[in-house]
T-cell receptor, first 112, second 116 residues
Framework: EDKVVQSPLSLVVHEGDTVTLNCSYE??????LLWYKQEKKAPTFLFML????IEKKSGRLSSILDKKELSSILNITATQTGDSAIYLC????????????FGGGTRVLVKP | DGGITQSPKYLFRKEGQNVTLSCEQN?????MYWYRQDPGQGLRLIYY???????QKGDIAEGYSVSREKKESFPLTVTSAQKNPTAFYLC???????????????FGDGTRLSIL
């Protein structure tokens, strides 16, 4: 059974801090790993990672995949209160209709 | 604007009642998915459909049913057999099947279902 584990479960930081979120996975036939941000409703897509060691960056957010360690990290620098959300990691496995297996999420609270 | 529309936003179910959650997309996506999210947990897959008139069970299909008669629509019925239906339900869609597509799933705004 495919498994995705995220850590920490939750964290509280102050504006300007840097945050690192972790995602580890055990899946058969790995295809890609995705990060989503969920505020109140729909998860919004952040990154898709398929190749090891190549950093993807969007503004203050960045992410990298390590296929050897079966893990990924999501970094948020210079955090703002608008970064408060649940961050979800999901893995796509081949041969399963593009099915995503989600981790439990990391809840981030950024205080002013 | 293209997107995924879920309705209603909030739904209450009485004991022994079946309820249907609507999901419509105008993105021309082939694949559609239903997830359930419980407090403090990630998303779990209920059903998915890669093409019209075909769908597959996900990890927690018991007590749920779906249909895919049109490409743009993938309604989910929560039956009375689902004993713990209170949850946040999310519908998603993506361009195509895994072998040919490496595109992310996009989500609707969700339906929150509660028991009366």
């Amino acid at each position: 059974e495919d498994k995705v584990v995220q850590s920490p479960l939750s964290l509280v930081v102050h504006e300007g801090d840097t945050v690192t979120l972790n995602c580890s996975y055990e899946v058969t036939n790995f295809r890609s790993l995705l990060w989503y941000k969920q505020e109140k409703k729909a998860p919004t897509f952040l990154f898709m990672l398929t190749s090891s060691g190549i950093e993807k960056k969007s503004g203050r957010l960045s992410s990298i995949l390590d296929k050897k360690e079966l893990s990924s990290i999501l970094n948020i620098t210079a955090t703002q209160t608008g970064d408060s959300a649940i961050y979800l990691c999901a893995v796509v496995s081949l041969g399963a209709g593009n099915k995503l297996t989600f981790g439990g999420g990391t809840r981030v609270l950024v205080k002013p | 604007d293209g997107g995924i529309t879920q309705s209603p936003k909030y739904l209450f179910r009485k004991e022994g009642q079946n309820v249907t959650l609507s999901c419509e997309q105008n993105l021309n996506h082939d694949a559609m998915y239903w997830y359930r999210q419980d407090p403090g947990q990630g998303l779990r897959l209920i059903y998915y459909s890669q093409i019209v008139n075909d769908f597959q069970k996900g990890d927690i299909a018991e007590g749920y049913s779906v249909s895919r008669e049109k490409k743009e629509s993938f309604p989910l019925t929560v039956t009375s057999a689902q004993k713990n239906p209170t949850a946040f339900y999310l519908c998603a869609s993506s361009i195509g099947v895994a072998a040919l597509s490496n595109q992310p799933q996009h989500f609707g705004d969700g339906t929150r279902l509660s028991i009366l």
